[in-house]
């Protein structure tokens, strides 16, 4: 009975894994086909939002080469705004980065007139992702120009490594902040795929080339291998956290991987000021700030029955998920 039970979830596995590769092998030539699937930079100038169609849109591309747009004035003190709402594989520091050379070369001109804000909203994820997201907001510092990252709901863990980078922070009292630890965790299927009869062959050349694997069973040396990469990451990311903040590191509860909100994080000098975006933005326009955001559009396509599936479930299970 249970070798029956075993076979058919295998079996079920593997045609639900075909269906799904011919519906992706499709999805991409589809977007391969398509003339307008390039993403699209393009500023908005808040209060006005002046660029409205496409064509206006498509004239703002230029910016990634050193277009400055004609209606930003020189000698007006100015706010840019960045947005980064990231996932576990830090997917949209791919776009990010893009939006971050047209702000530079919107800001390089008059840097001392320019300030960016960055949006962050993540729980983490990928360790190189968020190390690139830190790398991106970085760069403003060659230039001279100030960066305030804002976090209205979540700067955890990688989220958090990226927010550091910014010469201020700035958060909502409720907003979760910290979390500046390291975690990794996966499925072993090696008992399954030896109760059914399939083995799991690998191949390699170097002692430490494969630590760990979800069909094979993990040994003690093997374990031990990871967790010392694991603390080597952690440590970087101690170093970084240190090298941007003001920090007492003699406190063991900082770097231990847990989160607080804003309001407790605030006393361990992890947030500057407890202040939502909204405010923020608020306070520059009655300063007399003209206020920009850098985005980027998307090309438009029709979503399928897949596509919609898989969205409604993520969301469910993002609704159901809490931080701890």
Not at 278 to 297: C, L, M, N, P, Q
Request: hydrophobic share 40%; with cysteine; net charge neutral.
């Amino acid at each position: 009975m249970i070798n029956t039970l075993l076979d058919f979830c295998l079996n079920l596995i593997i045609l639900i894994t075909i269906v799904f590769s011919v519906f992706m092998i499709i999805n991409s030539i589809g977007l391969r086909l398509s003339k307008d699937n390039e993403p699209l930079i393009y500023v908005e100038d808040i209060g006005r939002k002046q660029f409205e169609d496409d064509q206006d849109l498509k004239l703002e591309v230029g910016i990634l080469k050193g277009k400055i747009p004609d209606y930003c004035e020189k000698g007006e003190n100015k706010l840019v705004i960045l947005e980064l709402d990231g996932d576990t594989s830090a997917s949209d520091v791919d776009f990010f980065k893009d939006e971050v050379t047209a702000a530079i070369n919107l800001c390089k001109a008059e840097p001392d007139k320019f300030e960016i804000l960055i949006k962050i909203n993540s729980g983490g994820g990928v360790v190189n992702g968020y190390g690139l997201l830190a790398s991106q907001i970085n760069r403003f510092k060659k230039y001279k120009i100030k960066t305030t990252a804002s976090v209205d709901l979540i700067a955890a863990s990688g989220g958090y490594l990226g927010a550091c980078a910014a010469d201020k922070i700035i958060a909502a009292p409720f907003a979760y902040i910290g979390s500046i630890g390291v975690i990794s965790s996966s499925f072993n299927y090696s008992e399954i795929l030896e109760k059914v009869g399939i083995s799991f062959d690998e191949f390699t050349a170097g002692d430490s080339k494969s630590t760990v694997s979800q069909y094979r069973k993990i040994n003690a040396s093997q374990k031990e291998e990871y967790n010392r990469e694991l603390d080597a990451i952690h440590k970087a990311f101690i170093k970084h956290v240190q090298s941007n903040r003001d920090i007492d590191s003699s406190d063991p509860k900082v770097f231990s991987g847990k989160h607080w909100l804003a309001s407790e994080a605030i006393k361990f000098n992890l947030v500057d000021k407890l202040l939502t975006s909204d405010e923020f933005i608020a306070e520059k326009i009655e300063s007399g700030h003209r206020v920009y955001a850098i985005k980027t559009k998307l090309p438009k396509r029709d979503i399928g029955l897949i596509d919609s599936m898989i969205k409604m479930a993520s969301k469910k299970i993002l609704n159901h998920t809490n931080y701890k």
